[in-house]
C-alpha cells in the first residue's frame, strides 16, 4: 500500500480516459484511493496508462471492480455518498468525516436509476446555476474531495494525519 486512503473516489462505470486520469491526479493530491467499477469506456492496461501519461498513477492507490456490489463489501462501514444533479441535499450541507466514499456515476448518463433510488438518503448536489446542465466529471470529484478536505484540514502529505490546529492551505 502507497498510502492509507483519507477518502475513497468511486467512479462507477467512467467512460472518458482523460477525466479518469485527472480525477487519479486528484486522488494523489488528496491521498484518497479510486475505485474504478466496470465496465470501463477505456483500456487501463499499463501500456494504455503511460502513453497517455499518466505518469503519477504509480504513486496513486487505486483498484478495479466488476460490480458494485464489490466496493460495497470491501468498503463495509465507511459512509458512502453519492453525487448526482437529481441530489436534493447540497454539498455544503454535508459533514465529511475520514474514510468517506464519494461516488459519481457515468459522463453521460451519471448513476443508475436503481442507485439513485437505494441511496436516496444519500444524494448530494453541487449547486450550479439553471443555465448548466451538469459539471465535468473530473471537476465535480475535485470539487467534492477538496470540500471533504477542508473540513477534515488535511494537510499535503500522504503520510501525516490531520492537524486540527493547522490550516490545510498553507
Keep these: 500500500m502507497l498510502y492509507e486512503p ?3 473516489v468511486i467512479l462507477h ?15 494523489v493530491a488528496v491521498g484518497a484511493k479510486l475505485w474504478l ?12 496508462r503511460r502513453r497517455a501519461g499518466l505518469d503519477y498513477w504509480e504513486h496513486l492507490e ?11 463489501h470491501r468498503l463495509e462501514g465507511r459512509r458512502f455518498w453519492f453525487f448526482s444533479k437529481s441530489g436534493t ?21 451519471g448513476l443508475p436509476p436503481a442507485m439513485l433510488a437505494r441511496y436516496a438518503d444519500k444524494l448530494l448536489k453541487i449547486p ?5 446542465r451538469s459539471l465535468n466529471l473530473s471537476n465535480s470529484v475535485a470539487i ?5 478536505c477542508r473540513q477534515l484540514e488535511f494537510d499535503a502529505s500522504p503520510d501525516s494525519p490531520p492537524d486540527p ?3 490545510p492551505w498553507s
Excluded at 466496470?38 to 501500456?47: A, H, Q, V, W, Y
Excluded at 467534492?144 to 471533504?148: K, M
Design 165 to 167: 490546529s493547522a490550516s
Design 62 to 72: 487505486w483498484d478495479v471492480v466488476d460490480r458494485w456490489e464489490e466496493v460495497e
Design 89 to 109: 441535499r447540497s454539498i455544503w450541507d454535508t459533514r465529511f468525516a475520514p474514510g468517506d466514499a464519494l461516488v459519481f456515476g457515468s459522463e453521460t448518463s
Design 6 to 8: 483519507r477518502l475513497h
Design 128 to 132: 450550479i446555476r439553471p443555465q448548466v
Design 144 to 148: 467534492a474531495a477538496y470540500e471533504a
Design 13 to 27: 462505470q467512467p467512460e472518458i480516459p482523460p477525466n479518469t486520469g485527472a480525477v487519479g491526479r486528484t486522488c
Design 37 to 48: 467499477v466496470r465496465p470501463l469506456g477505456f483500456r487501463i492496461d499499463e501500456k494504455t
